[in-house]
């Protein structure tokens, strides 16, 4: 059991060679902050990057920063704020939900699982930020796609290969991030005591209004009371996010209020209680309870999902609550992950996928984290891994079963006229 | 044609030209059949109009099962497949190839699906950009990236390149606006990404596919979000003495924490061709005009007009006007989108280039521009999306002049080795294509186009489809995946601690 803690790109890039002439797999890890995420691994040796540090380009005026891999996320979003920028798809924090420490990941991490947060409704996930990056693929080679300008298509984009692929293609030497001004202010609407099917309806009629929402969340009855320190209080909240320059915030929290004000009592919260609660909201703090209770990841199509969650509790006990629209519902599982049942539903209604993102290590040896794929896009992202990790060295069976992906190993040999 | 080699054609399969002809009327029952050369002169190029080509048969599928017979027959008898949306490309994306079957997906152009309550709309490929805005506007939507050529290009091609617009700074550019795809491998599978919600499961195809030119699968529907109109649209022109105060002032503009829907700029002499062609009333006095414009509530538009309209100022502004009404901002953009025909009318042709800088390195390209505009003694007119550092310089020259088409190409070269040089890209949205294939290695090593071709060798593991771009040298994948074990330089024999 060996940790190799390099430096630098080429330290990252000697070692990742040796494992592959040894083919020796390794678990590439940043802070370790996302390790519980996916299937447990058993690798001998670990590539740990936390010791990759460091903003290597900034600049405000062109929007964009590049850090090496291994860089705190801390580190960059305090770098931001001095300057009144930020990551918009504000990257959310495992650490609550996992029981690990708050404030810990690295850049690197953040492109690995393509993290997003409560604006992944009007600004995207890392994957829609990332400008450009450096890599060392599991062949030994370091290579390089993007750049550092925002508009850029000069080539194939390896760089959203690299989202939510969770360090199995390559290792992250060096990212570079689009970055945006924060908004000068933000104001919340929580309008309270909807059903989930009244509150689908709220936020659809609110996200498709010139309102510019640029979060909407459903925390149904019980869910609310876990945000703001208590303060919200037990009652279903149905909340809304307006965030931009002052007199534009004031009119359109008018107008939504003006919209919304036949579907229920509406309160604001406005300033640092605006962004709290917004941080619990993405740092799913309902379910930060210090327990291994299953809690499920699932993404449908927003307006669709609370059938698929009715669905469920007629079979199962389960708590959920909802962010980008419906879009995204967290579930907690009182028994079992129910992962048959689950996928079933969210096939039903509508479509999506589920990441079953916390739950005992014998769960997630047990049954597929990712949701799992039709064959034809199963063997397409099997040869892509290839293609990349040929001796399936990084992270081997973190988002598939080892055995699945290396019956495809070494596609391009065998693949030819 | 100028210097650029495509893939040798292959004896056998132009050979059998007739059986393939015949093979694909039973595929494509009907009339969506081609192989008449008068009829298939209409497919010989796309929008880069210097390179011509026509294909072996030109084939317009109409259904998902046709175009996946289609690549299966083709893929397994080793037929090349060159797909095409509406041969919009500048770069020669969808240029056809001697010995190759032409996919055109013009009859995929229907809306499927129009979903306000997920703000989607889900059409198939050959649907227009524009038609998708139409299809939602009585409802006061649209769809956000806005190419220039959107009343003719496809949403399909749109996937294909990955296309921008005036508005990309604010609203992304396609890959940020496509949720899901649905396409057709080369062996004819048929696999899905994505969808209606927000983000697809596993690694990120989606992504990849968004920008691949054509050369990994064709698209048979895409989902794209849409977004409600803003409430109102304004529009600042404003001139300056120099480039640099005009590139002060927009770097200040996102300082000051504004990301305008627009923000464009031209010189000298597309201010000129434009005034003269439009008569949009542009400043004739000046080196540099910027158009910004800010959408959004009319309160919040309001107040950021006088920010910006003070940071003009500020910046050294000898003019700056404001759009009075709904007519006068289309008359103020009226000159920059006539800007290519502008320049159209003040030289016999012009060759259009696209590479991406870091803004502030603006003066520094422009001042190169110049220099290289002396010594190849050709004019050269730019527009600038100012908010990404994205260039379009128009260089002017006569097809008839014996050398000049050439004398073009090979400045416009040194203006993208310019732009990579200042750290910048070779291309902000128009593709690659044969046009910029052979200036890849100015941005990329070998081992970085290497591993872009693995990607290719996941999907298309026998080059067939759409061959010849992109990359400049085509490589086996048998020898692209062969591995080169670094044992004997190993740095650390006896698993080493850093």
């Known amino acids: ?417 | 044609m100028s210097g650029i080699l495509m893939p040798k054609p292959d004896a056998a399969t132009l050979s059998r030209r007739d059986e393939i002809v015949a093979d694909m009327r039973i595929i494509v029952p009907g009339e969506g059949v081609v192989d008449a050369v008068n009829e298939m002169r209409a497919f010989e190029s796309d929008g880069l109009t210097a390179y011509r080509q026509l294909p072996m048969v030109v084939v317009l599928p109409e259904t998902v099962a046709q175009v996946s017979r289609l690549l299966k027959y083709c893929n397994e008898r080793n037929i090349r497949v060159v797909p095409r949306g509406s041969g919009t490309s500048l770069s020669g994306g969808a240029l056809p190839l001697e010995d190759a079957v032409l996919l055109v997906m013009s009859r995929f152009n229907r809306i499927i699906e129009i979903d306000y309550p997920n703000r989607v709309v889900v059409a198939q490929p050959g649907v227009t950009n524009l038609g998708i805005t139409t299809a939602v506007e009585q409802d006061g939507f649209y769809y956000a990236p806005d190419p220039s050529s959107q009343i003719a290009c496809s949403i399909g091609g749109n996937v294909a390149e990955n296309s921008g617009g005036v508005h990309c700074l604010k609203y992304g550019l396609t890959a940020n606006n496509v949720l899901g795809i649905e396409m057709v491998l080369m062996n004819g599978e048929v696999v899905r990404l994505g969808g209606k919600h927000l983000e697809a499961e596993g690694y990120d195809l989606l992504g990849v596919m968004t920008g691949s030119e054509g050369l990994l699968g064709v698209v048979t529907e895409v989902a794209v979000r849409i977004l409600k109109k803003p409430e109102t649209a304004r529009a600042l022109l404003i001139g300056f003495p120099t480039s640099e105060e005009g590139g002060q002032c927009v770097a200040d503009i996102i300082g000051a924490g504004i990301i305008p829907g627009g923000m464009e700029m031209m010189d000298r002499p597309a201010i000129h061709a434009a005034e003269d062609f439009v008569h949009a009333g542009y400043p004739l006095d000046v080196e540099a005009l910027l158009i910004v414009e800010l959408d959004g509530p009319g309160v919040e538009v309001d107040h950021l007009i006088g920010l910006v309209e003070a940071i003009a100022y500020k910046n050294g502004a000898t003019t700056c006007r404001m759009s009075q009404s709904e007519q006068e901002r289309l008359t103020f953009w009226a000159g920059r989108k006539a800007a290519f025909p502008a320049v159209g009318r003040i030289s016999p042709d012009y060759y259009c280039m696209d590479g991406t800088i870091p803004r502030k390195e603006l003066p520094r390209v422009l001042a190169g521009m110049r220099e290289l505009s002396g010594q190849y003694r050709l004019g050269v007119a730019n527009v600038f999306h100012a908010g990404d550092g994205n260039l379009h310089p128009l260089i002017l020259y006569d097809a008839n002049v014996p050398g000049d088409l050439e004398k073009a190409e090979a400045f416009g070269a040194d203006i993208l080795r310019l732009c990579v040089k200042v750290g910048g890209v070779l291309t902000g949205e128009h593709g690659v294509g044969v046009e910029k294939r052979d200036l890849m290695p100015e941005m990329f090593n070998e081992i970085d186009l290497d591993q872009q071709m693995r990607v290719k060798c996941a999907f298309d593991p026998n080059h067939l489809l759409n061959p010849g771009k992109v990359f400049p040298q085509l490589r086996r994948c048998a020898e692209l995946g062969r591995m080169h074990v670094h044992r004997g330089q190993m740095a650390f024999p006896d698993i080493p601690r850093f």
């Open chain 1, 1 to 417: 059991m060996t940790t190799f803690t390099p430096t630098s790109a080429a330290e990252v890039l000697s070692a990742v060679q040796w494992a592959t002439a040894d083919e020796t797999p390794l678990e590439i890890l940043g802070h370790g902050s996302k390790r519980g995420i996916g299937r447990p691994l058993q690798t001998e040796h670990t590539l740990d990057l936390s010791g990759l540090s460091g903003v290597t380009l900034y600049e405000p005026a062109e929007l964009v920063v590049s850090a090496k891999a291994g860089t705190p996320l801390v580190e960059i979003e305090q770098l931001l704020a001095e300057n009144g920028q930020q990551l918009a798809f504000e990257p959310m924090d495992y650490g609550p939900l996992l029981g690990g420490e708050t404030g810990k990941g690295t850049l690197g991490g953040v492109l690995a699982a393509n993290l997003a947060g409560p604006r992944r409704l009007k600004a995207g996930a890392a994957r829609d930020h990332i400008l450009g990056i450096h890599a060392v693929s599991g062949r030994g080679e370091a290579f390089k796609s993007g750049g550092r300008v925002v508009k850029n298509v000069t080539g194939y984009d390896l760089s959203k290969a690299m989202a939510g692929s969770w360090g199995t293609l390559a290792v992250l030497t060096d990212v570079t991030f689009k970055v945006l001004p924060s908004a000068e202010t933000e104001t919340t609407l929580a309008i309270r005591g909807l059903l989930d099917d009244s509150a689908a309806a709220a936020m659809a009629m609110a996200m498709g209004s010139s309102g510019e929402v640029s979060s909407a969340a459903h925390l149904p009855e019980r869910m609310a009371a876990r945000v703001l320190d208590g303060k919200l209080g037990g009652d279903p909240a149905t909340l809304l996010r307006v965030e931009g320059f002052g007199p534009s915030v004031a009119y359109r929290v008018a107008h939504l209020s003006d919209l919304l004000g036949n579907a229920g009592p509406i309160e604001e919260i406005a300033g640092e209680a605006s962004k709290t609660l917004w941080r619990d909201v993405r740092d799913v703090r309902p379910f930060a309870d210090g327990t291994d209770k299953p809690v499920w990841r699932v993404s449908m199509p927003p307006a669709d999902a609370h059938h698929m969650v009715l669905a469920l509790r007629m079979q199962a006990a389960a708590d959920a609550f909802y962010d980008w629209q419906g879009g995204l519902v967290w579930l907690r599982m009182e028994g079992e992950p129910e992962a048959e049942l689950l996928r079933a539903l969210i096939r039903k209604f509508g479509g999506g996928h589920a990441t079953l993102v916390r739950a005992a290590p014998a769960w997630r040896a047990a049954i597929p984290v990712f949701e799992p794929q039709p064959a034809a896009l199963a063997a397409l992202s099997a040869r892509l891994k290839a293609e990349f990790d040929p001796k399936n060295i990084l992270n081997p069976g973190r988002m598939v079963h080892s055995s699945d992906s290396a019956t495809v190993a070494g596609v391009s040999e065998g693949a030819t006229p």
